[in-house]
């Protein structure tokens, strides 16, 4: 039950809505009760007149004449009663499914890369809303009809009972094997409600795939496979939901049977105590009443602890995002310094994203405050994992990883990373303008900070053809930018943080050698007292660097200037060679 | 985020025109919605039954006891009711059990087709729609969307003509039993009709509205989730979150306004419809003092009025699941009137086996309704020649690849492909001409072997590893614990850049096309990896036609000819010896490279 410790808390703090709501339920409750049993009474003297019981003392027209007002008006009552109950209770709901979200969205960010390395968006996605959807269901309509009918029932029941007792017993046996019924399919309720939740995210993530995939599809004449693909998961989707359905089904059926049971259960036991004048024809009109009455609630019954299962899935679905905790441990609070100063020293680090095979291995190494270091090294060898560690985005062995001589664990997370401007190797920008998509991260900069930005990584000079400039719109992920304005912009979002810690991690790639050399030449200017990591696969990116690491299969294999690493004829040596026969090949004849 | 491309909020109302566009989809399933409709009379007539023979037992056997006070046999008349009344409450529970199986087996039929059409119609889109549509919009028109659908199919279409039936049915049977009474209740009845429809401008509106935010709501979380690590890194979680705040209040505030008009609507009915019964007790209290009519038949006139009422107000509620329906139909159905951009010719040029002669003429072209990104760009490429494209970033490489393969269409001019202007050509037989290796890697989840053969089953397994050997692929696939069954996650989350490099590097191979396109195929792979594929690609290359993307001039030192672009214009093409001579831009980025 510790499991919905977090949702009671969110109905606790909304409680008002709920309140209003349910504040509201026996008043309607009353009425609803009541009206019927005016009802029977009029009826009752409808009888004593027309049997002549009443001796001529009552007017019947004029009785009937206050019965119809009375019901209208009551009626009037209840009606309001029950709009303030749907209200409130539906804002109630709606409100903590707000928050719900928010709750997600803010745990979700709490959360460290490796968690979104292994979840699929899709599925992300389903559980922030259709899974969201499903507990409000639950909360909602669902806790109202089950309030509303567990105040009936009782009453109701009572005042039945002393009408006549062996009817009302009678009656209890259908409807206790109701509630047993309900009970049984409860468990099975919840496991297809379960299927039909994690078969809706399959979908939906192979629906985000295939749409981000799209370039890729059409280019291979993969439609139709992707189609089919696509077809099978919605054909287990709705398979899925059929058997649900089958269910709700005979809960349906076995509801309705009860109904029934009672119906004729009124008819033979009831009639027996009419005809005895043990019971009035008013009272036997109340009796109808009331287990209609009753019976609506208790179908409504079966369609709650539909709601109930399917909100218990999706809680449990949505319980699995609470409860996974950040891999990253950093500490909060106070920074243990004001600024960064960028030196950075591994001490014996080895890192794996699994446990057993590590990636990173006995990495020693000391970067200085204010230094510029290339790294170099073959495809897969731990370049850009090294550069994700030193921005904390994955745990690391306590002690391994110092800034400034203090462990990384020890600096809050926040504060590290505003100190770091870093350029992944794959760029993500946001559907929004070319202006905020450079301001990401500092959304206080000047317009002038962002036209230097701008300016250092050369991007000024695109966007100055943009149709609108600076408040170009760029499609999801940049898709309307070419390839090497999607990593400049990039570039411009770091270096406008001004970070201690500049980390390009192949970030001129798409760029061709005249703009490098331009922006080669900015960043000179930038990189000036900072510390920065400069990833390549172009040796001549790198002529600025004081140092270059080499790495191979993870380890720190070669460090020096580039005149030494050549010297030493290792791993560098055979890169540059490499690289210079190339050259020479171009310069042949 | 997603603030940009937003959707208008309000459309045109076209309700018959969407009705008439649902009914194909339902057509397939026509025999069995005519079994649930049977099924639903079926229903229809025991709850006719029913009130009747209370009316039986209670004028019969209880009124005859009352007066003569011969209990026992009134007690075996009145059991023999009750048999015959269990019997038809049994027959009315197994048609209910049927029509709600047949009816969900449709609706989810139904559903399975539209989403799977939604699917495949986008799927066939041209670029330029996703250049437009953020992914988390169109995954809500094929789930979300579709799945409001459902209702309308499940229990609207049968449901709506069935309560027309009963109203009409119950109405007759009221009249029959006793028409003044009837007369008393009908005067009621417009009232509540009035009241239900007064609901229903409303809901449409507000329905519309709860649309789009969904579908704003879902596009800023897709996109949130999958920038997550940027958003990290830039320390944005605060101002993200107070973003999605603001669309996440809206889409709240517009649940909450539908919220208030349902409010309304039950409680209203509800007291119309209970005056409606006071009024007839009154009425029929009159009646039985005057002894002109019993009390079993008010009970049964009661009952009767309840199965006219339920109808009324399901139609209404139906109405409101239809507004709901409709704004989703609208969404849906106007993703599938989106044309491609891209048509395929009537009469296809058939195109099989590509000698690979490819010709731009006078090329202009711009994306949208953008600035021309290609002006007036001619060339040949003779079949079996390479070609490499250099030029600053944003001159329109990529651009001109993305005409070739025609995933756009020219402003003016014509790109020709053996000869045919590409318009002519069937655009899956041109693309599968063409093997394309793109500037930004595409991974799908799954395993590297089908990422490589994308899941074509008619390229076997040593194809794929002689193809990851040819790019040198397989020195990293096989060091994976399961090989080339290693698992690939989202985007390919966990290769590094230039292994997904080397895996599409694989996946063209594969395809063995005849025209090969590498646009910036080699720019996350180290110079020794890249070296080796150097030497494979001489080897696969020869008899094809190739065009060379590189920003490193070494990568393209094999070409026979370089075309240099400039702010979309072609300035210079010869050999790497002629530019170099001509002293001008391809000079000048060479003397760059060689430091
Ligand atoms: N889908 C698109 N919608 C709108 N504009 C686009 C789109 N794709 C590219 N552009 C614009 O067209 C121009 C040319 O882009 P293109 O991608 O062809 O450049 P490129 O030469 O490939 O550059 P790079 O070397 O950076 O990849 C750029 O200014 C870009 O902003
Ligand atoms: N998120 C991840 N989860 C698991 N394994 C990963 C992840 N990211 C990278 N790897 C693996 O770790 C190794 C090193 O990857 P990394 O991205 O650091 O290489 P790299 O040196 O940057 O290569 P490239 O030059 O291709 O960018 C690779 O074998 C890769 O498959
Ligand atoms: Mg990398
Ligand atoms: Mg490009």
Redesign the interface.
Same mark, same amino acid.
């Given at each position: 039950m510790s499991r919905f410790r977090r949702l009671g808390r969110l109905l606790r703090h909304h409680r008002r809505w709920f309140l209003a709501g349910l504040i509201c339920v026996p008043g309607a409750v009353t009425l609803e009760l009541w009206?019927p049993r005016l009802?029977g009474k009029?009826?009752d003297?409808?009888?004593r007149?027309?049997r002549g019981d009443d001796g001529g003392t009552i007017d019947? =027209?004029d009785r009937?004449?206050t &019965?119809?007002v009375v019901?209208?008006g009551l009626?009037?009552l209840?009606?309001?009663f029950?709009?303030g109950m749907?209200?409130w209770q539906?804002?109630g709901c709606?409100?903590v499914?707000?928050e719900l979200?928010?709750d997600l969205?803010?745990h979700?960010?709490? &959360?460290s890369?490796g968690y *979104?390395?292994?979840n699929?968006?899709?599925d992300?996605?389903?559980r922030?809303?259709?899974d969201i959807e499903a507990i409000r269901m639950a909360i909602g309509p669902g806790l109202m009809y089950l309030v509303n009918t567990l105040l009936v029932l009782p009453f109701a029941l009572a005042y039945l009972l002393s009408l006549d007792a062996t009817l009302t017993l009678a009656l209890s046996v259908p409807l206790a094997a109701i509630a047993l019924t309900v009970r049984l399919l409860g468990p099975r309720l919840y496991r297809r409600s379960r299927a039909v939740q994690d078969r809706?995210a399959d979908?939906?993530?192979r629906?985000?795939?295939? *749409?981000?995939?799209?370039?890729?599809?059409?280019?291979?004449?993969?439609?139709q496979?992707?189609?089919d693909?696509?077809?099978m998961l919605?054909?287990d989707?709705?398979?899925s939901?059929?058997e649900l359905?089958?269910t709700?089904?005979?809960l349906?059926?076995f509801l309705?049977?009860g109904r029934?049971v009672c119906?004729?259960a009124i008819?033979?036991i009831g009639?027996?105590a !009419?005809?005895? #004048?043990r019971l009035s024809?008013g009272d036997?009109?109340v009796f109808?009443q009331y287990t209609?009455m009753l019976f609506f609630p208790l179908m409504a019954f079966g369609w709650v602890l539909g709601l109930f299962q399917r909100g218990r899935a999706a809680w449990d679905r949505l319980d699995e995002v609470f409860t996974a905790t950040p891999e990253v441990c950093a500490a909060t609070g106070e920074p243990p310094l004001p600024r960064l100063s960028g030196d950075i020293r591994f001490d014996g680090l080895t890192f794996g994203?699994e446990p057993d095979?590590p990636v990173l291995r006995d990495l020693d190494l000391h970067i200085h405050a204010g230094e510029t270091v290339g790294i170099?090294? $073959?495809?897969?060898s731990g370049k850009?994992t090294l550069a994700r560690l030193i921005?904390h %985005?994955y745990p690391v062995p306590a002690g391994s990883l110092r800034l400034d001589d203090l462990p990384i664990e020890e600096l809050p997370?926040?504060w590290l990373?505003?100190q770091?401007g870093?350029v992944? /190797?794959?760029t993500?920008l946001?559907?929004?303008?070319i202006e905020a998509n450079i301001r990401? =991260?500092r959304?206080d900069a000047t317009d002038e900070a962002v036209r230097w930005a701008a300016r250092v990584s050369q991007i000024d000079r695109?966007i100055v #053809?943009f149709?609108d400039g600076y408040e170009q719109?760029?499609?999801? @992920?940049g898709?309307?930018?070419?390839?090497? /304005?999607r990593?400049?912009t990039a570039l411009s979002?770091a270096v406008l943080?001004e970070p201690s810690i500049l980390i390009l991690d192949?970030s001129l790639?798409?760029?061709?050698?005249?703009?490098?050399?331009r922006i080669l030449h900015e960043l000179r200017e930038v990189m000036r007292d900072r510390t920065c990591l400069f990833i390549s696969? @172009?040796?001549?990116a790198l002529?600025d660097a004081d140092r270059l690491l080499v790495l191979d299969e993870g380890r720190l294999v070669e460090q020096g200037c580039h005149a030494d690493l050549v010297a030493l004829g290792g791993v560098y040596a055979?890169?540059f060679h490499?690289?210079e026969l190339?050259?020479q090949?171009?310069?042949l004849? | 985020?997603?603030?940009?491309?937003e959707e208008p909020i309000h459309g045109k109302a076209y309700d018959a025109r969407l009705v008439r566009r649902l009914i194909p989809f339902a057509r397939p399933y026509r025999r069995r919605f005519a079994g649930s409709i049977a099924l639903l009379l079926g229903m229809f007539a025991a709850d006719l039954v029913?009130p009747y023979?209370?009316r039986l037992?209670?004028d019969g056997?209880?009124a005859d006891?009352?007066a003569d006070g011969d209990?026992g046999s009134?007690?075996r008349e009145?059991?023999g009711?009750?048999a015959i009344? =269990?019997a038809v409450?049994?027959i009315?529970?197994a048609l209910?059990?049927g029509q %709600?199986?047949v009816m969900? /087996?449709v609706g989810?039929?139904i559903?399975?087709d539209l989403? %799977?059409k939604a699917?495949?119609h986008?799927?066939?889109l041209s670029?330029s729609y996703?250049?437009?549509n953020?992914? =988390?919009r169109?995954?809500t028109r094929?789930?979300?969307d579709i799945e409001t659908l459902n209702e309308l199919f499940t229990s609207g279409v049968s449901v709506v003509f069935y309560d027309l039936v009963k109203i009409v049915g119950v109405i007759v049977v009221l009249l029959f039993i006793e028409p003044r009474l009837t007369g008393v209740a009908l005067i009621g009845l417009p009232i509540l009709v009035v009241v239900s429809f007064a609901f229903r401008n409303h809901a449409r509106h507000a329905y519309r509205e709860i649309r789009t935010r969904?579908s704003r &709501?879902?596009a800023f979380?897709?996109?949130?989730?999958?920038?997550? $690590?940027?958003?990290?890194?830039?320390? /944005?979680?605060r101002?993200?979150?107070e973003r *999605?705040?603001g669309i996440?209040?809206e889409?709240?505030k517009a649940?909450?306004r539908a919220?208030?008009n349902?409010? &309304?609507f039950?409680?209203?009915i509800?007291?119309v419809s209970?005056?409606i019964l006071?009024?007839v007790?009154?009425y029929s209290?009159?009646a039985? !003092?005057d002894?002109e009519i019993q009390?079993g038949l008010f009970?049964q006139f009661w009952?009767m009025l309840?199965y006219l009422f339920d109808p009324i107000r399901e139609l209404s509620e139906k109405y409101n699941v239809f507004q709901s329906a409709m704004a989703s139909a609208e969404r849906v159905f106007g993703l599938l009137d989106e044309r491609s951009e891209i048509e395929a010719p009537e009469k296809p040029v058939p195109l099989e086996a590509a000698r690979g002669a490819i010709e731009f003429d006078q090329v202009t072209f711009g994306?949208g309704e953008?600035?021309d990104v290609l002006r007036d760009v001619s060339f040949r490429i003779a079949p079996g020649e390479k070609i490499a494209i250099?030029?600053?970033?944003?001159a329109g490489?990529?651009t001109i690849i993305n005409l070739l393969?025609r995933?756009y269409d020219v402003r003016s001019g014509h790109v020709r492909v053996d000869g045919h202007d590409v318009r002519q050509l069937d655009p899956?037989a041109l693309? @599968?001409q063409?093997g %394309?290796v793109?500037?930004?890697v595409?991974l *799908?989840?799954g395993d590297i072997l089908e990422n490589i053969r994308?899941? #074509?089953a008619g390229i076997s397994e040593e194809r794929v590893h002689e193809a990851a050997r040819l790019v040198g692929a397989d020195r990293?696939i096989e060091g994976l614990?399961d090989g080339y069954r290693s698992e690939v996650?989202?985007?390919g989350?966990?290769?590094?850049?230039?292994?997904k490099?080397?895996i599409a590097f694989a996946?063209v191979l594969t395809?063995d096309p005849a025209i090969l396109v590498l646009?910036?195929a080699t720019?996350?792979? #180290?110079?020794?990896?890249?070296?080796l594929l150097q030497r494979a690609l001489e080897k696969t290359l020869t008899g094809r036609t190739a065009i060379l993307i590189a920003?490193?001039?070494?990568t393209i030192?094999h070409a026979d000819r370089i075309l240099v672009f400039h702010h979309g214009q072609l300035r210079e093409a010869g050999t790497?010896?002629e530019l170099v001579e001509q002293r001008g831009?391809y000079h $000048?980025?060479?003397l760059?490279?060689?430091?």
């Open positions: 009206i009802l009029g009826i003297d409808v009888e007149v027309s019947i =027209g009937l004449f &019965l119809f019901v209208v009626t009037a209840k009606s309001a029950r709009f749907r209200y539906n804002v709606r409100v499914e707000e979200r928010h969205l803010a979700l960010e709490s &959360l890369a *979104f390395d292994r699929r968006t899709g992300l996605l389903s922030a809303t259709a809706a979908l939906s993530a629906a985000v795939d295939g *749409f981000q995939g799209v370039r890729v599809i059409q280019a291979f004449n993969r439609e496979s992707e189609v693909a696509f077809g919605s054909r989707y709705a398979h939901q059929l359905a089958k709700r089904g005979w349906q059926v309705g049977a029934r119906i004729l008819l033979m009639g027996w !009419v005809m005895r #004048d024809l036997f009109f109808i209609e994203y095979c170099v090294g $073959r495809t897969g850009s921005a %985005l997370l926040a990373r505003h770091i870093f992944p /190797q794959e993500f946001l559907s929004d303008t990401f =991260g959304p695109d #053809d149709k719109m760029i499609g999801e @992920r898709v309307t930018l070419s390839g090497g /304005q990593q400049r979002r943080m192949d790639a798409s760029v061709d050698a005249d703009t490098e050399e696969h @172009r040796l001549s002529r055979r890169l490499q690289h190339e050259q090949l171009e310069d004849p | 985020m997603t603030t940009s491309l029913i023979v209370i037992g209670v056997p209880i006891a009352r209990v009134a007690l009145l059991g009711l009750v009344l =269990g409450a049994a009315r529970l209910q059990l %709600l199986l969900t /087996q989810q039929s559903l399975h989403r %799977l699917f495949s986008l799927q066939s670029l996703f250049d437009r953020p992914v =988390g169109l995954v094929v789930t979300n969904v &709501l879902n979380l897709q996109e949130c989730f999958q920038g997550m $690590r940027v958003v990290q890194l830039f320390n /944005q979680e101002r993200v979150l *999605f705040d996440n209040a889409h709240r649940h909450v919220h208030l349902w409010s &309304l039950f409680p209203s509800d007291l209970t005056a006071a009024a007790v009154w209290g009159l039985i !003092v002894g009390f009970l009952m309840g994306y953008g600035p250099v030029g600053a970033t944003g490489k990529t393969g995933y899956r693309r @599968r063409i %394309l793109l500037q930004d595409f *799908f989840p994308l899941g #074509d990293f614990p996650r989202e985007r989350a966990t290769q590094s850049v230039g292994e490099q080397l996946r395809f646009d910036e720019a996350h792979i #180290d110079p020794e990896t890249e070296r920003h490193r001039l070494a030192r790497h010896e831009l $000048r980025l060479h760059l490279q060689s430091g």
